[in-house]
């Protein structure tokens, strides 16, 4: 059983989440919280294995009850509900210990299947998302950050036909197991070819690799 905690500040977006989560066999809301010092509070108490956070919350912020529970709680997985007015917050997030981001216009199906991937370990985030997360990198990153750094390696290394392939499903936000099926391939040997990419571009990062490699013209 998939453990879920909600915290969003709007009523109807939390019951509403917490109503269509409930449907469902495999997962089971233990708490909702209506800003972020709640949620931190809750998840101690619960140990849900996944949290729905809200950037935009009294009290408490998401962005800080990340940075919190990354401290507190590292096994719990945050993804955080965000609007496209709300990509300023993206970066930060992301490097608070958040997982992934899931629009809050999300088809219902969309919802839970990224529920269940992220509890998983799959990194949540959207192509519309991850297309501006790069180009702010990509304007901000002119310093010596890990990011630059990161980039100009990548724009600088080969890869092989089959590790495009790969980075092509990437980008395009599939999990290992849908890249696997799509390239008739098994889930292992896909792990591998990833690896490979990851130590091409000197990072470990599913989410930093994904944004960098979408924004390689090589692609």
């Known amino acids: ?83 496209f007015d709300e990509d300023e917050y993206i970066i930060e997030a992301l490097a608070s210990g958040a997982v992934g981001f899931l629009l809050k216009d999300i088809p219902t199906d969309k919802l839970l299947q990224a529920i269940r991937e992220a509890a998983r370990g799959d990194i949540m985030l959207p192509s519309a998302i991850a297309v501006k997360l790069a180009a702010r990198l990509s304007a901000a990153g002119s310093g010596d950050s890990a ?29 290992n197991r849908e890249i696997a099926q799509l390239l008739f391939m098994s889930e292992g040997t896909v ?11 000197g990072t470990n990062d599913r989410t930093q690799a994904v944004i960098w490699l979408k924004d390689m013209t090589v692609i």
């Open 1 to 83: 059983m998939l453990r879920v905690l909600i915290a969003d500040d709007q009523t109807l977006m939390r019951d509403g989440l917490q109503t269509i989560l409930q449907l469902e066999e495999d997962i089971e809301v233990v708490a909702t919280a209506e800003n972020g010092e709640e949620a931190c509070r809750l998840v101690e108490q619960y140990r849900p294995d996944l949290v729905l956070m809200d950037i935009r919350m009294p009290v408490m912020n998401g962005i800080e009850a990340v940075k919190k529970l990354r401290g507190t709680m590292p096994g719990t997985k945050v993804l955080v509900l965000t609007t």
């Open 147 to 175: 990011a630059s750094r990161t980039r100009s390696k990548a724009s600088e290394v080969k890869f092989t036909e089959r590790e495009m392939s790969i980075i092509s499903l990437m980008v395009e936000g599939r999990n």
């Open 191 to 201: 792990k591998n070819y990833i690896s490979t990419i990851y130590d091409k571009i």
